[in-house]
């Protein structure tokens, strides 16, 4: 069940430093959980959407706070994030296009 809260989600987190763009917390609750907290402007139908997904690559959303007009998503943490990943482009050859468009 997703738990839409109203006011600050610094009551219930304290602030363990930053990662990039993203805020690392801790739950007052737990010392141990981590998490990324993220203002977003998201829509309530959304919200839904996405907490319904459950992948094991993508990263699970525990809570969202709305204060006013910001909204706070309170997502699980991840030591590495997407930015951080070293990705290279390579130009595929021609049977490997072939192989994904025979796979897709």
Known sequence: ???ILLGNPWDDYTYVGCQGQDTIAR???S???LVNIQSCTI???QSRLLFNIQHPN???IYDL???GNVAFCITEFF???LPQLDVQKYE???WEMATIIAEV
Do not use: T, V
């Open 1 to 3: 069940m997703l738990r």
């Open 27 to 29: 739950k007052n609750s």
């Open 43 to 45: 829509s309530d139908h």
């Open 58 to 60: 993508i990263a699970n």
């Open 79 to 81: 030591e590495l994030s």
């Open 65 to 67: 706070y709305c204060d």
């Open 92 to 94: 595929l050859e021609e």
């Open 31 to 33: 010392y141990f959980k």
